[in-house]
């Protein structure tokens, strides 16, 4: 029992990291790593080293952020493929208009769109007469209601009792009326000491019915519910909406369209002018991931300056890592990627977002560039074997001439490979 405590104990305090992709490994492949790390001792000396706090703490910190860099790297590669570019719309009008993508094949979708707004779709109401809410205008009995819209005809009866106020009424039919879900919302409207009853279509455009009507109300009774409350009383007649769509004229009953089902636009105003939608690659994630890139070298740049307890080591680290970075000096510069004096990447955000858009950062990232593969080298070598950069006493060199694995440095190591992932 004790010594489940403390496994939870050192459960709970270790920190969490979310595992990516990357991270994830088959069978197969983690018996290469193991099998790159036994091959990598195996010419390696048998050393000394002083594991003090201090030291433990470096040799997991740089292992760290070379796995974090590597793979940052990898999600820059992903992203800045240009098979895999993802693609964004957008507007100079946002006033008018919204847009957004309805699909991820682009293969259909023009690159610029111009459209301009004339009308709105519009839907139909009917807005009732306003009578004082306390009043008794409707005699007791039944009373019945029909609503007709393109489909159908629905019929509403409603018993009203002696002495039952005009509001108590129109808000039982409001619910009536709402629960039978038709297309038409209403809803009690109270201004003072009055009450009114207000149908509204769900739907825009036009409608079938004569007049372009959406729907009708009919009553029975002369001085029934329907001429009582006025509710056959149109305020606003339902219409289509008017644009031009790449100089076309168009109609549509509703306000919400698209392009080859793929370009979403949400009408919002009319339009004075025309307005310009563009589709273009989406460089939102690259940048993301150049962000990640950037603080994962530095924060590896300032754990190999550490020199307090490991002077030699932490040299060692800052050279190779550095050595990576000086050799591909100008295509970094050149796509917005600067060195500084202390050897940190800093950001250029005019020149990344250039570089980005004409190809040159996707050129220094993808799968198979040069620098690419250098970074994948130094990390690996980092992750494999992050002792190489611990000062030691070699103590005797290895056998060269017989070929038998070192347990020795897996054993120090093995401790540290998976120290978060428990």
């Known amino acids: 029992m004790a010594g489940l405590n403390v496994y939870n104990f050192y459960h709970m305090a270790m920190p969490k990291v979310a595992n ?25 000396p048998f050393y000394k080293l002083s594991l003090s706090d201090a030291t433990q703490s470096y040799v997991i910190g740089i292992k760290e952020a070379a796995m ?14 240009p098979a895999l570019q993802k693609m964004t719309v957008s507007t100079d009008a946002p006033s008018d208009l919204s847009v957004k993508l309805l699909t991820d094949q682009y293969e259909s979708l023009p690159s610029e769109v111009k459209l301009q707004i004339h009308q709105l779709a519009s839907t139909q109401k009917n807005q009732g007469q306003s009578l004082p809410a306390n009043g008794t205008d409707i005699p007791a009995g039944t009373h019945y209601i ?20 005009n509001l108590h009424i129109q808000r039982r039919l409001s619910m009536s009326i709402n629960n039978s879900d038709i297309g038409i919302r209403a809803r009690v409207i109270e201004t003072g000491n009055l009450s009114s009853l207000s149908l509204e279509s769900t739907h825009s455009g036009m409608g079938s019915l ?8 009919a009553g029975q ?15 606003e007649y339902p219409a ?10 168009q109609h549509s009953s509703s306000n919400h369209i698209s392009v080859n089902n793929g370009i979403g636009i949400a009408l919002r105003h009319v339009s004075e002018k025309e307005a310009s939608i563009q589709l273009a690659p989406d460089y939102s994630a690259v940048l993301e991931d150049v962000d990640d890139f950037v603080h994962y070298y530095n924060h590896l740049i300032d754990l190999s300056r550490n020199t307090e307890q490991n002077p030699s080591g932490a040299g060692k680290l800052l050279r190779e890592i550095s050595h990576v970075t000086q050799h591909f000096h100008n295509a970094l510069e050149a796509s917005g ?11 250029d955000e005019a020149l990344l977002v250039q570089s980005t858009e004409n190809g040159q950062f996707q050129e220094l990232f993808h799968q198979l560039s040069d620098f690419q593969n250098a970074i994948y080298a130094a990390t690996n070598k980092i992750t494999l074997n992050p002792m190489e950069y611990v000062d030691k006493t070699i103590i005797s060199y290895p056998n060269t001439k017989v070929n038998f694995p070192n347990p020795y440095m897996p054993s120090i190591y093995s401790g540290m490979l998976f120290n978060q992932y428990v």
Not at 69 to 76: D, E, Q, V
Not at 221 to 235: H, K, M, P, R, Y
Not at 240 to 249: H, K, P, Q, V, Y
């Open 337 to 347: 990627l600067i060195l500084d004096d202390t050897g940190h990447l800093q950001k």
């Open 68 to 81: 974090e860099l590597r793979t940052s790297s990898a999600f820059l590669t992903e992203d800045a493929d």
């Open 221 to 235: 009774q002369a001085s029934g519910l329907v001429d009582t409350f006025a509710l056959n009383q149109v305020i």
């Open 240 to 249: 289509d909406a008017s644009f031009t769509l790449n100089g076309e004229l």
């Open 210 to 217: 004569e007049g372009g009507l959406q729907f009708t109300v």
């Open 146 to 165: 029909t609503i007709a819209n393109s489909h159908n005809e629905y019929q509403f009866e409603i018993d009203t009792q002696p002495g039952e106020t």
């Open 20 to 44: 990516t992709k990357y991270d994830s490994h088959k069978k197969s492949e983690l018996r290469n790593l193991y099998h790159d790390m036994i091959k990598l001792n195996q010419k390696k």
